[in-house]
């Protein structure tokens, strides 16, 4: 499996922001799909997450704001952020967790960064 983000970008804060995350290769394998974010000298965070099913996560800090999706036919995950803050600055990352055999892989795709100017 190979993903594909983009959407980043410079945003005031209280803005708007939608990644995207398009998956090739053995895309019927995936089971879950997910967005991280990793801030200058911070470790990389889980912000949503959404499995197989629909069933969603997210981070306590983005609850209400952010809202995480799946396009089944394009094998597309998405990431709508709203009232953004100067705090959901960093790189995120899209994942997906890959089926291969017994093992669950982890797949990342390249980053795209996020700036929110206050």
């Known amino acids: 499996v190979q993903l594909q983000a983009s959407g980043g970008g410079l945003v005031q804060a209280g803005g708007s922001l939608r990644l995207s995350c398009a998956a090739s290769?053995?895309?019927?394998?995936?089971?879950?799909m997910g967005w991280y974010r990793q801030a200058p000298g911070k470790q990389r965070e889980l912000v949503a997450g959404?499995?197989?099913?629909?069933?969603?996560n997210y981070a306590d800090s983005v609850k209400g704001r952010f809202t995480i999706s799946r396009d089944y036919a394009k094998n597309t995950v998405y990431l709508q952020m709203n009232k953004l803050k100067p705090e959901d600055t960093g790189v995120y990352y899209c994942?997906?967790?890959?089926?291969?055999?017994?093992?669950?892989?982890?797949?990342w795709g390249q980053g795209t960064q996020v700036t929110v100017s206050s």
């Open positions: 994942n997906a967790d890959e089926i291969e055999g017994m093992m669950v892989l982890a797949r």
């Open positions: 290769g053995n895309v019927f394998m995936i089971t879950t």
């Open positions: 959404i499995l197989r099913g629909g069933t969603t």
